[in-house]
């Protein structure tokens, strides 16, 4: 009875199971027609065995993911060629911590709001905090939302990282980012230890083409400009890892050389076994001018002597060869003295490839017949280019448009820059057009960028002459500059604190920095007057001045008896500790360089370097006036040496030596 | 040509037969290439000195094998004080050996050297008379007691001591003939050989190939009790085990280690989170957890989570779970995808190193030993960086790039894989990546990360170990030590994840933790407590040898622990109603059961006997048979406990003719009255299901298919299972799930997570012996 009585129940749990199962069974198909009205295949995987399907659904996952990835790339490079990984951005480079906070912003940006294309990030220096991003209101502009909120959620997008330590919202939607104090004194740390280094910039192909004097002319104050202008441009892009090549556009294959040729002939005719023995090219020239304007006889010749040059005759090649030579030597005289280093490429470098150049245009049909003249036109060029002139000879612009083909196509150039007075705009605008047209330049692949200054006035704000009226030569003018820098020095009495040797170095320092310095210091769009009493100035805004604050700097670690290898040391031990706020101002001030750097490269101003030299050196006074680096007792021994404080002198130091190298100016340990 | 090379050969061999080789032995050291060519050059720069004597060239011999290799920059050096002279005994070769791996990151001070392995000691032959004579005269009660049977091996080493560098052949001698002086030639009752006792004989298990593993004098019963004799490195001393590649900077690592670590031994416990574990993982477990604890260190359980494809939550949480309830810590839990931002890193600086690069190479063509070498291998550094870069940011397919280490692997496998491309979100870090690094790039970084002492793993990976060296050397990181054990294989089952998923999905077993698997939740189900487990894998060793093992060496150890731990229980799986007529009491009564027998500590529980009771139904038989000792119309029979033997009075049949119930007498035991046997039963029972479980498997091996061609599903044992839903005593009632029971005569079982409050479901751990003839 009992057993039986245990049958049934166990048959009746099984029923149930039974029961359980199928209604179990039922909701799950129910489910599955559910899902697959939404469409969603997830949900019941489980339970299909077509494997195609099964396939697909896992297939589709993964594009799923993939796309999710992708699209976190895309705004993780902020649409912009930076893929270096962020180990490199922090250890092999200094950080340029504005651009660096652009990114962050723009990915915040887009991360809150994806739609939005393009987003412009301003990022400020700011009273109440370190930085100030001021994107949301532009932003809240486009999405017709409240800026507060849109700032709200930027700043929740934020991706975490070293950099920031916080941020808050002023204002209507004003985001204040304050940097991490951490992250200063590592980058502090790292200069004092590895030097300035560079941000991190995709390296380019530069040709930069400055100075240019004409052969047989004397260099003037006008080629000042464009040769100090040029190389401190040249020593940034290096610094920044561009690979320069820096071009010397002489002229050296006008007609002037028919005429110097022809009075070669006629003064030194042993010339082509013997080399001339010319003292004064300048005064040889303006012989040869003058019978060229006063003997027809004499100007024939000349003619004659331009063909046969021109048809490489060996006699007038070598005629030619000697002024290029004498000439160059004096440029290279002139350019030793200012510390540039450029290649010699003449405009004669170009004449084959004029030639093939006039053919390819021709074959394309650019060029136009013009009053027995070759011209091209092209929309943007004002004036029309002359290819070739009536007389079968070529012109300025041939040779420039020869040239820019050459760089682009043969030197392979990423990035042209042409530094010449502001008077060659229009020639520059309608060549650089008509290059365009010809398809030898594509501006959204090469930047070309000309590089314009303004004239050189003399105190009574016109055009700098000598007394006489003549122009002034950069000889004579750099000369007088070492003069003036010596009674400079003189009147300072620093010739009886310096040995000789030091005096020199001293006085060559201050006479070329400040000569150079007043050039680069002035925004070099405009005029700029010249004058030595002011650059020699030991107050205020000069290379004097910051010079001396260099030395003065250095001397403070000299005097503790502590030397730079013992202050890396202490660096590599832990990074710098900051206390002071004089110490933290410094600190901030030194790291702005990179950005400084940086922004130099999108306008090619470089007088922010020089106001930003300034600053430092201001900065710099102001910490040392609050701050002791070494203390002492009264009978002057030393009793305390603050290192970290010697480590900031030394970044500061760095720092400054970095702008100095870059501006192209000597620096010396005494003065 | 011939000509040349067999002159070649000629040389080779005299070379090696100055360092003291039998013709013999020259020919089978010819076959190692690299042993002879390293032993032609030890000769060489030895005949370089002069003339090689037939005991320098032994030393030179020993020297160049004992060596180990990463120390082999020191070889000449030690050459040089064997080849003159310097060196001329086996004992101050190994004190040369020892110091040159004590000191083999600095330079080798050599005054030190000198002073450390007896340079210029000569000890003389009355020095060594006197040392003899000094330690007979000590134990000379005993050697004249013992005579020729005493065993003068100790006496050697006591010489030894006072006399380190005394020449041990000259020694043994000089012992030799002090006890001949002593004890006059031998007679015969020294010749009688002594009887050998039973503890004398070794155990003959495997020879462990790779671990210093001292054989335990008697079998340890706990792991870390065994795990205290077993002698791997001391942290910090890397660099002397061997086959450790030592570098500029091992010494500066090693240090900067010890400070990080403090000279804590530290282990991990690495399971891929991918599956759940079973019984080889339980050997695992116990081996790292259990050194750890053996030496006062740390273990962390790392998830080797590289894989996203295949991990799973649950699996986490399981895993923690077994580890736990096998009663270990984790020091910390951490996983491998915790350092894939560093993984990455690192990837970028192996690769600007030009040590890794980015290869498009198709999975299907780099399969295989065989397989061609990649085009892509000598591609400029630039360029892998930049790939890698486009890979990380998912412009490249899966399989369309991966990179790849530029090293070769033992086995011969060039340039294993180090990343490769899954567009699969991770358990962990959800969509961060889609390269998720491998095995063989992850596993030994994750270990130096976590400053690992001692990287325990299973054989298969002695190939990986000389990639896992490099890729630590090449990063310029902490490199730990790397130690195989064999993996431990359990016959009559099957543990691949995808196999147990056919047998659920079959429906031959319910579900990952059923009883029949080895999976430690299975094993969890059926009642096998932890503490027998970890006993088990003591008794494994850490032999480097692959061992099988049949489920009833584990299982002896299960009975081990739950004899002295189950609490007692009757249960009556096929119940026959007895009704006692005479019962002498008002209703119900207690009895009093001892918890365990013979052990009163343990206490004790009641169950109720009273007038109606059930008893096996197999206990009884109505016609009396030879041998059977129970209840028959004739016979008597004890039931355990209450005192009372029952007789039968009437068998009650239905109406088919079957037997319905028994009419008994019952009396107490007496002396006079003794039944031939005693049966269990229950009075006022609870019902409860019963499950009887027998080997999933007919063979040993179900996954060989030359034993079991059809494959492991045909191989189902079709009994494995049986339900009864039994009678059980009123002990049981309120029993917690685990709970474990013997009961009487039945075996030993387990409550069931399927219990109910009202309704106990067991399960059958073990019988109650090996061989389970129920009569």
């Known amino acids: ?671 | 040509m011939v000509i040349h090379m067999v002159t070649h050969m000629m040389e080779t061999a005299e070379k090696l037969s100055l360092l003291g080789l039998s013709e013999q032995k020259v020919k089978e050291t010819l076959k190692n290439e690299a042993l002879t060519a390293l032993l032609t050059s030890i000769a060489d720069q030895a005949r370089a000195k002069g003339e090689l004597t037939k005991s320098v060239g032994n030393l030179l011999y020993n020297l160049g094998t004992k060596l180990p290799r990463q120390f082999h920059s020191c070889l000449p050096f030690l050459v040089d004080y064997v080849a003159d002279g310097r060196i001329n005994q086996e004992a101050k070769l190994t004190a040369a050996i020892k110091f040159i791996q004590d000191h083999a990151m600095g330079d080798i001070d050599t005054a030190a050297f000198g002073k450390a392995c007896g340079v210029g000691i000569e000890v003389s032959q009355d020095e060594i008379e006197a040392g003899v004579a000094l330690v007979i005269s000590k134990q000379k009660e005993a050697i004249l007691k013992q005579r020729y049977r005493y065993n003068t091996g100790p006496l050697m080493g006591q010489v030894r001591a006072s006399l380190q560098w005394a020449d041990s052949r000259k020694v043994k001698e000089e012992i030799d003939l002090q006890l001949l002086t002593l004890l006059g030639p031998k007679r015969e009752e020294d010749l009688v050989k002594p009887v050998k006792t039973k503890s004398d004989k070794r155990e003959k298990g495997e020879v462990c190939a790779v671990l210093p593993v001292q054989q335990p004098e008697k079998q340890c019963v706990t792991m870390t009790e065994f795990l205290k004799t077993v002698t791997f490195h001391a942290p910090g001393d890397n660099h002397k085990t061997e086959g450790y590649v030592i570098t500029e900077n091992t010494h500066r690592l090693l240090k900067e280690h010890l400070e990080i670590t403090g000279g804590q031994v530290r282990t991990r416990f690495p399971p891929e989170p991918n599956g759940i574990l079973h019984i080889g993982h339980a050997k695992a477990i116990n081996i790292n957890f259990g050194y750890a604890a053996a030496n006062s260190g740390v273990c962390f359980l790392r998830y080797d989570d590289t894989n996203p494809e295949k991990e799973e939550e649950k699996f986490f949480v399981g895993i923690r779970k077994m580890v736990e309830w096998l009663g270990y810590k984790p020091y910390k839990i951490t996983h491998s995808s915790d350092y894939f931002q560093q993984l990455y890193e690192w990837a970028i600086v192996l690769i600007k190193k030009g040590l890794a690069y980015v290869c498009h190479q198709k999975p299907e063509e780099v399969r295989g030993y065989d397989a061609p070498p990649s085009p892509w291998r000598d591609r400029p550094v630039h360029e892998s960086l930049q790939l890698f870069e486009d890979m990380k940011h998912g412009k490249f397919d899966e399989g369309e790039a991966t990179l790849r280490l530029k090293t070769i692997l033992e086995e011969g496998k060039a340039d294993p894989v180090a990343y490769r491309i899954k567009f699969v979100p991770h358990h962990c870090t959800g969509d961060e990546w889609c390269i998720y690094p491998t095995y063989d790039y992850t596993h030994c970084l994750c270990d130096s990360i976590e400053h690992i002492t001692h990287s325990l793993c299973t054989k298969e990976f002695q190939a990986r170990r000389s990639s896992y060296y490099w890729l630590c050397n090449a990063l310029d990181i902490y490199c730990p030590v790397q130690w195989e054990y064999g993996r431990l294989n359990m016959h009559y089952t099957v543990v691949s994840k995808r196999k147990i998923g056919k047998l659920i999905s079959e429906g031959h077993v319910r579900d990952w933790d059923d009883p029949r698997l080895f999976t430690l939740t299975a094993l969890q189900r059926r009642g096998f407590p932890p503490e027998a487990i970890n006993n088990f894998c003591a008794t494994l060793g850490l032999t480097g040898a692959q061992i099988s093992i049949h489920p009833d060496a584990l299982e002896a150890c299960v009975r081990d622990v739950l004899n002295v731990t189950a609490h007692r229980a009757m249960v009556v799986l096929e119940p026959l109603r007895v009704v006692i007529t005479n019962y002498p009491n008002e209703g119900p009564v207690s009895v009093t059961v001892p918890n365990i027998p013979g052990n009163d500590a343990k206490g004790a529980h009641t169950v109720i006997f009273d007038r109606e009771l059930w008893i096996e139904l197999s206990d009884f038989r109505e016609k009396e048979e030879n041998g059977y000792r129970r209840l028959t119309p004739q016979q008597t029979v004890g039931l355990r406990h209450c005192g009372m033997i029952i007789n039968v009075q009437e068998v009650v049949k239905t109406s088919s003719g079957e037997v319905d119930y028994l009419k008994v007498t019952c009396q107490p035991a007496t002396d006079s009255n003794k039944p031939k046997a005693f049966i269990h039963w229950v009075a006022h029972p609870l019902k409860c299901e019963v499950r009887q479980y027998e080997r999933l498997f007919q063979h040993e091996c179900p996954e060989d298919p030359s034993v079991v061609p059809g494959g492991f599903l045909t191989d189902i044992n079709p009994n494995s299972l049986t339900i009864s839903v039994g009678l059980a005593d009123v002990s049981v009632r309120g029993a917690k799930v685990y709970t474990k029971f013997q009961f009487e005569r039945l075996g030993f079982f387990s409550v069931d997570p399927d219990s109910t409050p009202d309704f106990i479901v067991f399960n059958k751990t073990v019988g109650l012996k090996e061989d389970k003839g129920k009569n």
């Open chain 1, 1 to 671: 009875m009992t057993l039986s009585r245990e049958m049934i129940e166990t048959q009746l749990h099984d029923y149930t199971l039974r029961c359980e199962h199928a209604e179990k069974e039922t909701d799950k198909l129910a489910a599955c027609v559910q899902a697959l009205e939404d469409g969603q295949m997830d949900l019941f995987t489980d339970d299909i065995t077509d494997k195609e399907f099964i396939n697909l659904i896992n297939e589709n996952k993964k594009l799923k993911y993939r796309i999710s990835i992708l699209k976190k790339s895309i705004a993780s490079m902020g649409g912009e060629r930076s893929t270096k990984p962020q180990d490199d951005i922090f250890s092999d480079h200094m950080c340029n911590i504005l651009g660096q906070l652009e990114d962050i912003f723009r990915k915040a940006v887009l991360v809150a709001y994806p739609d939005v294309s393009d987003p412009v990030i301003q990022i400020q220096l700011s009273k109440h905090a370190d930085y100030q991003c001021n994107a949301a209101m532009a932003l809240a502009k486009i999405l017709k939302k409240n800026p507060r909120e849109v700032g709200e959620m930027i700043v929740k997008n934020v991706a975490p990282g070293p950099m920031i330590e916080k941020m808050d919202m002023s204002g209507p939607g004003f985001i204040n980012i304050v940097l991490s104090q951490e992250f200063i004194r590592q980058q502090i740390t790292n200069v004092i230890m590895n030097g300035v280094t560079p941000p991190p910039v995709t390296p380019k192909r530069v040709v930069i083409d400055f100075s240019s004097p004409n052969i047989a002319k004397e260099m003037h104050v006008g080629h000042l400009r464009s040769t100090i202008i040029g190389e401190s441009l040249s020593r940034l892009l290096e610094f920044l890892g561009h690979d320069l090549l820096r071009l010397n556009h002489l002229g050296d294959w006008g007609t002037q050389f028919g005429m110097l040729i022809a009075h070669l002939q006629d003064n030194f005719p042993d010339f082509a076994t013997k080399s001339p023995p010319i003292a004064d090219l300048q005064a040889f020239y303006r012989e040869s001018k003058k019978r060229f304007d006063e003997d027809g006889d004499f100007k024939k010749r000349a003619y004659e002597a331009v063909v046969k040059l021109q048809a490489h005759d060996p006699v007038h090649i070598k005629g030619w060869e000697e002024i290029c030579t004498i000439s160059k030597t004096e440029f290279q005289k002139v350019y030793e003295r200012l510390g540039v280093r450029i290649i010699d490429r003449g405009e004669s470098f170009y004449q084959s490839r004029m030639e093939a150049l006039v053919k390819e245009l021709d074959d394309a049909g650019f060029l136009e017949e013009d009053d027995g003249r070759k011209v091209m036109f092209a929309d943007g060029a004002g004036i029309p280019l002359t290819i070739v002139k009536s007389d079968g000879g070529f012109t300025y612009d041939t040779s420039d448009m020869a040239c820019i083909k050459n760089r682009i196509e043969e030197e392979k150039g990423d990035w042209l820059i042409y530094v010449t007075d502001a008077g060659q705009a229009q020639h520059f605008k309608s060549f650089l057009a008509c290059a365009v047209r010809a398809g030898i330049y594509n501006p959204s692949v090469t930047r070309v960028d000309h590089v314009t200054f303004g004239v050189v006035l003399g105190e009574d704000k016109k055009k700098f002459k000598t007394r006489s009226g003549d122009t002034v030569r950069l000889v004579q003018l750099l000369d007088e500059g070492l003069q003036r820098s010596e009674e400079k020095l003189k009147e300072k009495e620093r010739h009886k604190e310096l040995t000789p040797e030091e005096f020199v170095k001293a006085r060559d320092a201050v006479a070329y920095g400040c000569i150079k310095y007043a050039d680069l210091c002035h925004d070099r769009s405009r005029d700029y007057i010249f004058s030595f009493d002011r650059m020699l100035d030991f107050r205020g805004n000069t290379a004097a001045y910051l010079l001396y604050a260099l030395t003065r700097i250095r001397s403070i670690a000299r005097t503790a008896g502590v030397n730079r290898e013992e202050i890396v040391a202490e660096a590599k031990k832990k990074p710098i500790e900051l206390d002071h706020e004089k110490e933290w101002k410094l600190a901030r001030t030194i790291l702005k360089l990179p950005d400084v750097l940086v922004r130099i490269t999108d306008d090619l101003y470089l007088h922010p370097l020089c106001e930003y030299l300034y600053e430092v050196s201001t900065v710099f006074t102001e910490f040392y006036d609050n701050c002791y680096c070494i203390e002492k007792d009264e009978t002057g021994k030393i009793v305390k040496i603050n290192h970290c404080r010697l480590m900031l002198c030394e970044a500061t130091a760095q720092v400054m030596e970095k702008c100095f190298a870059i501006l192209g100016i000597e620096t010396v340990d005494k003065m």
